[in-house]
């Protein structure tokens, strides 16, 4: 069966702001060395699907940049990733939904005419072999296959809900953030959550694209729109992802999923990474996270003299850094970051090339690309002069732009 790939990836990621600001929200940077993107397309190439198109639109430079320096497959043998900014093939307007920009790139479809196409979504911190959701949806016969995740019953109003037949298999109902959710077959207290990954045969997805977009009271959504087009149709199973295994996972990885979509989720999946057993771990080389690296030095860590020591606890460290008598603690540090002496980071990440002064303290914090914090600025302490001045979540992290100035 031939396959083709889709990542989604033209979100605009507007609870992300700073960090959106000058970028698409899967270009944006994560655990020190990756961007959100490339979990979605390592996923795909250890599987071994190695025709992607990525559907890009919003401020696409970076992500486009990222994509075409890192992601290069053997075009000798008919492997690509490829960007795709909105073509505006069907007239002068964006992608106005999900299913939108697939129908307005069937063009790449036809161009390949594969058996099934894999919809992934591109802004998700996870690990999954695609394959075996595959094998299921070809086996099972199904039009549409829609992976999910166990959640508590008590949080169906936050996901896009789905409902069963007795078997579990079978999809009754797709409902979209319910107030009253019905529990699963096999657990009362819990819900499917749709994860935004879907395997389509190709002729009824082209043939659902077609009528959604005849239909003008259509959001042209993929999880509003076309999923329920097919429960109606009886066409529509469900993946659970609990019965999903990666080479090389542990129980106490396995079945991690998070939606980075607000700052205060993006924050929390950094802290899950820096534990001794971290509940989401980087190191699994059976299944490895691809990405791009920039000719740098290792990390170094200067100056063992009384108070000033450089030193890095419970942190990932990149490489480029210079922790230079200083300290960090529970924290990300990205490629060129350095630490001046006595500055001291907690439980905070800071992304590529940020400064920290002589004496600085920050505290839960992000800092985005090409922050200077100036020498004995303390950050993260008054969250109400800090207000003032940067975007402070509700969970009280304080997140500074690209290229901010800081004032002491």
Not at 11 to 33: H, N, Q, S, Y
Not at 96 to 103: E, I, K, T
Not at 228 to 242: H, R
Not at 339 to 348: G, I, N, Y
């Amino acid at each position: 069966m031939k396959v083709l790939a889709i990542v989604l990836a033209g979100g605009e990621g507007k609870r992300l702001m700073p960090l959106t600001a000058d970028r698409a929200k899967p270009a944006v940077p994560f655990g020190g060395i990756y961007r959100l993107v490339d979990f979605v397309l390592s996923n795909l190439a250890n599987a071994h699907y190695l025709q992607i198109v990525v559907l890009t639109q919003y401020k696409n430079h970076s992500l486009d940049r990222h994509i075409s320096r890192t992601w290069r497959l053997s075009a000798m043998l008919g492997n690509y990733v490829t960007p795709v900014p909105a073509q505006q093939r069907l007239g002068p307007r964006w992608f106005a939904g999900s299913a939108d920009a697939l129908f307005q790139n069937l063009n790449l479809i036809y161009d390949e005419l594969p058996d099934h196409c894999i919809v992934f979504g591109a802004d998700h911190i996870y690990r999954m072999d695609p394959r075996q959701m595959v094998e299921q949806h070809i086996d099972s016969g199904a039009d549409v296959t829609v992976a999910a995740i166990r959640q508590p019953l008590a949080l169906a109003d936050q996901f896009g809900v789905i409902e069963t037949d007795p078997t579990g298999r079978r999809m009754t109902a797709f409902r979209e953030k319910p107030k009253s959710a019905v529990g699963l077959p096999d657990a009362p207290d819990q819900i499917y959550a749709s994860m935004g990954n879907y395997v389509f045969k190709t002729q009824a997805l082209i043939e659902a694209l077609r009528e959604d977009a005849l239909d003008p009271a259509s959001r042209h959504d993929l999880g509003g729109d076309i999923i329920p087009m097919f429960v109606k149709s009886g066409g529509a199973e469900v993946y659970d992802f609990a019965d999903n295994v990666v080479p090389g996972s542990t129980e106490r990885d396995r079945g991690y999923w998070r939606d980075v979509g607000t700052l205060d989720a993006y924050y929390e999946a950094h802290m899950d990474l820096i534990s001794a057993h971290p509940v989401f771990n980087l190191y699994n080389s059976r299944w490895p996270i691809y990405t791009g690296h920039d000719p740098l030095p290792p990390a170094k860590f200067l100056h063992n003299q009384g108070d000033r020591i450089g030193h890095a606890l419970d942190s990932l460290v990149s490489p480029g850094v210079i922790v230079s008598g200083g300290t960090a603690v529970r924290s990300i540090l990205s490629p060129g970051v350095v630490l001046h002496s006595h500055s001291l980071v907690e439980d905070s990440v800071l992304m590529g090339s940020v400064k920290i002064g002589r004496g600085a303290v920050v505290r839960r914090a992000i800092i985005d690309k090409n922050v200077v914090v100036p020498d004995g600025a303390r950050i993260g302490f008054d969250l109400d002069y800090d207000r003032q001045r940067f975007a402070v979540t509700r969970g009280g992290i304080v997140v500074i732009g690209k290229n901010e100035i800081i004032d002491r």
